[in-house]
């Protein structure tokens, strides 16, 4: 059956009634957020020890946590280096599919070589490996699509690593998202295992890269997280009352970008903050997490990215002028549409279309029956679902 667009419509109507009222909410929240910015904006030691005992209290708090420079500054932009070298990767995937005639997965990732200050063209280079047979199963069943993507976001920072070995310094490595991996924690033991195996080889890629000198960055293009707001309500909350601020945040709703957007002009940066969570422990050292807001828009349109870096582009200052200038030069490649062009490119390189997959499928087919091994057929349920559409069932004198 069709969606019920007149219930739909009912509920649409309501949601506009109340609009006002809720972006009213939301616009005095914000307020009220960029207040306690300015005033805790100094308290740096404070802020950073209210952080800690607040971890100890409640132990999946996630939030921000001030290092060094003011909480509401804003940093201008730097020169870009006359030569770089920017590599950008990004990764897609087939996931298994049970009710599919062949079970398999894949893994596919691009990446663009571009040598900054020079007339040479981007390169592309493309890495697919694919999965079947006993490597597709774990303990508890078929591999999940959690760890198939778990699995691609380690490949694509191993894949930076190898090209980055290669590259003339600087060199600068750029990944789409978080730079934390994900993926495959808390849930079965033998998901666990994976992920922590994984853990393993994705911090080995991120020590080569720390060993080669150059810097790396996890790029989030419209980021909903509220980390810096999070620790605004840190510093607000009455030391007695820390364990209930999971319950009680007084600023829910109110976003980093929405906080920053009137704090930073286009080609500026916030202060870096480190990244308070559970899995900072996974990351200690040269290696530990921080993150910056990057107004990376126009004067009329802000468009606020956050940037993730490790501890050791933190602390070199040139590395992160550097990057801060790479990046905005990369976005202003793509005019209005605000995004790092080698990001842009690597995805267009890794994507994987149906059409390619119906034809990696076939091949596997055909090579299985060239090998007289017998595979099954797809489900029922995906064949009716191949066959829906295509022709009408008679019962009795009425047409379906």
Not at 8 to 30: F, H, M, N, S
Not at 62 to 89: G, W
Not at 299 to 315: D, F, G, H, Q, S
Not at 318 to 327: E, R
């Amino acid at each position: 059956m069709p969606v019920d667009f007149i219930k739909v419509r009912d509920q649409i109507t309501q949601i506009g009634k109340t609009a006002p009222k809720e972006a009213k909410r939301l616009k005095e929240l914000g307020e009220k957020a960029r207040q306690l910015l300015d005033a805790n904006s100094g308290d740096i030691d404070r802020l950073r020890d209210k952080v800690t005992l607040a971890a100890k209290e409640d132990q999946f708090l996630r939030c921000a946590k001030p290092v060094s420079e003011s909480l509401n500054a804003a940093f201008s932009l730097p020169p870009l280096p006359e030569t770089a070298s920017i590599l950008a990767a990004d990764g897609s995937q087939i996931n298994p599919d049970s009710h599919a005639a062949v079970n398999y997965y894949l893994i596919n990732v691009g990446a663009i070589s571009l040598n900054q200050g020079s007339s040479a063209a981007p390169i592309a280079t493309v890495q697919t490996d694919i999965f079947f047979g006993e490597d597709i199963y774990t303990t508890s069943g078929t591999i999940s699509e959690n760890l198939v993507a778990l699995k691609r976001d380690q490949r694509e920072r191993q894949v930076l690593a190898e090209l980055a070995q290669k590259a003339d310094a600087p060199t600068f490595t750029l990944t789409d998202g978080p730079m934390e991996l994900w993926g495959g924690k808390g849930q079965t033991t033998d998901e666990t295992k994976t992920f922590s195996q994984a853990l393993e080889e994705y911090k080995k890629a991120l020590k080569t890269l720390h060993d080669l000198g150059a810097a790396t960055a996890g790029y989030v293009d419209k980021p909903r997280a509220g980390y810096v707001v999070q620790l605004l309500e840190v510093a607000a909350t009455h030391r007695d009352e820390l364990k209930e601020l999971r319950e009680n945040r007084p600023l829910r709703g109110v976003s980093d970008s929405a906080l920053f957007r009137s704090i930073l002009d286009p080609g500026e940066r916030s202060a870096i903050f480190a990244i308070q969570s559970k899995s900072s422990k996974s990351y200690e050292g040269d290696l530990a997490l921080h993150f910056f807001y990057l107004n990376v828009g126009r004067k009329k349109k802000p468009w606020l990215a956050r940037v993730e870096i490790p501890a050791w582009v933190v602390n070199d200052e040139t590395m992160l002028n550097n990057l801060h200038a790479v990046l905005i030069d990369q976005c202003r490649i793509m005019g209005s549409r605000a995004y790092p062009y080698l990001l842009h490119r690597s995805h267009e390189v890794a994507v994987v279309t149906r059409e390619e997959k119906e034809q990696i499928t076939e091949m596997l087919v055909q090579e299985l029956n060239k090998q007289h091994v017998e595979f099954g057929e797809i489900s029922q349920k995906q064949a009716a679902k191949n066959f829906s559409g295509r022709r009408r069932f008679t019962l009795g004198s009425k047409r379906y």
